[in-house]
């Protein structure tokens, strides 16, 4: 049989967004339960040096979502270690089922499940994945010491990834489709100035190439832009920083989506297109994407989700 746990208010994801919603919650004594998902702590646990979360210059992320999620606790949220396989927007009180077999059934509830790494979507990709091919440096990069390494985009992930891997590899490329970076200023000069790191401009990915026996990555064949000229680069590890998309796989067909599948809200609320379910950070913004929004994204869905209780009293 299955466990059922009721909360006013249940909160799904640990990143930034849900463990302030959390702190919130907890100190308006609706006794939150947050459950946190397959990432406990979310994107920021797979970075390194985190210099834009005010009041600390430098924070290493996985370290300031410890802190976080001890805060949480702290408030009196009970922070649980499960996965919400489904979500039935239908029922009232909502109905979560939980990948331990718990039902979660809340009055309200606080959707915080950011966003995912996104994939180029190449049979070579897929297949040396875990082989030489990864989305997350700082889970990876340290098996290619002294081995040249290529990073494929051209935003603050990929910038800073470039960046943190040149702590291990001889040599980083940068391979990005335009000539201009979207990435901070300040990253790019460091991009700029940093030695071991090239940039091939105008291409984009076009193969990875490897060997089957023992199974990996030798290099990447990639594509001008323009011209279709291939340049084949010699590479150990290969990568992929394009993005991240919204974890929305819970609401699909549910609720409103828009601007590429992002949860839409009322301007200025975080109220979404279904009464009592609310969404923070990532998975609802498509523009800002950062700790510092998301939090403060997470403490407006708790005071809504406090205010439509208080309403159904
Ligand atoms: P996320 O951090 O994405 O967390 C989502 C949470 O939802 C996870 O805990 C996950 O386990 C959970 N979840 C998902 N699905 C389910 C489910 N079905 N059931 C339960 N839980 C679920 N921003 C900055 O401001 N400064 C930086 O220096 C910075 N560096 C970054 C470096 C990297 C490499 C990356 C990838 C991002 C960086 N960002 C940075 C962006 C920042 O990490 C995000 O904006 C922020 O983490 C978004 O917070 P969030 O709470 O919305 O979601
Ligand atoms: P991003 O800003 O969306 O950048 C994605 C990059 O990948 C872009 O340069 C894009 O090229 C390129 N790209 C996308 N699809 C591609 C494809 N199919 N083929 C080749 N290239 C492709 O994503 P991000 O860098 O992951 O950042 C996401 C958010 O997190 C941003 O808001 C960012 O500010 C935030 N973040 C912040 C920090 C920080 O504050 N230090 C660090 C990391 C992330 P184009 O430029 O041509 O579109």
Known sequence: MSDTRHTKVLII?????????????????????????IEPGGQLTTTTEVENWPGDTEVQGPDLMVRMQDHAK???CEVIGDIITELDTDAR???AKGDSGTVYTADAVILATGARAKWLGLPSEEK??????SACATCD????????????GGGNTAVEEALF?????SKVTLVHRRDTLRAEKILQDRLFKHPKIETLWHHTLEEVVGV???KGVEGIRAKHVETGEITEIPAKGVFVAIGHAPATELVTNKL???NGGYVKVKAGTTETSIPGIFAAGDLTDHVYRQAVTSAGMGCMAALDAERFLAAQD
Do not use: C, W
Not at 165 to 169: E, H, I, K, V
């Open 13 to 37: 994801g640990s990143g930034p967004a849900g463990y302030t919603a959390a702190v919130y919650a907890s100190r308006a004594m609706l006794a939150p339960i947050l459950v946190q998902g």
């Open 74 to 76: 702290a408030m009196g």
């Open 93 to 95: 009180p909502f109905k």
């Open 128 to 133: 040396f994945k875990g082989f030489g091919v």
């Open 141 to 152: 990069g340290f098996f290619y010491r002294g081995q040249e390494i290529v990073v494929i």
């Open 165 to 169: 891997l040149t702590n291990f590899a």
């Open 212 to 214: 089957d026996a023992p």
């Open 256 to 258: 409103e989506l828009h």
